[in-house]
């Protein structure tokens, strides 16, 4: 059975998006769920320029929109996005760490329902929006895999992720595709 990814990120997000997708191949098995911090007002900019560059169909989730593998799905701005019953929910329920949408929400509720299958992928940010999360979906049983601090524009949500729970890998986020490749379908 196919995993099911979710990615967190905020500032320095869009460029460790952008490498992080581009380099998923056609065909990738796994459905990927994308939170990253952006204005309320925001526009379905950030899915436009993702779907340039990703070759598997990028869209915004809708609320009770059925979740499917190879699929990339973006977070809408203003809303939380919530796993629920192999579906996504949609949330206006006040900021988590300051965000709407929130990475711990997502990762929470990812865990929930997907168990050991959910993978978490924290990226470059300035909150530690993300690490309560990752730590649900480890004791779920899922794995989580961390963008090097040192690598991110802002390392300050790799480095919360890093300081709560165990990870299974610490990579720079051009590494993460391939180590996705080899796991989203274990």
Known sequence: MTAFVAVGTSLGGLRALTVLLGALPEGF??????????????????TAVLQRVCALPVA??????AIEGGHVYVAPAGYHLLVDDGCFALSVDAPVNYARPSVDVLFETAAQFYGA??????????SQDGARGAVAVRRAGGRVVVQAPESAESRVMPAAALALVE???????????????A????
């Open 60 to 65: 915004e989730a809708d609320d009770k929109q």
């Open 117 to 126: 299958r959910t993978i978490a992928v924290v990226l470059s940010g300035a």
């Open 29 to 46: 098995p796994a459905a990927v769920a994308v939170v990253q911090h952006r204005a309320s007002a925001g526009t379905d900019e950030l």
């Open 183 to 186: 796991h989203a379908g274990t």
């Open 167 to 181: 990870v299974d890998a610490v990579l720079p986020v051009e590494q993460i595709p391939a180590w996705l490749v």
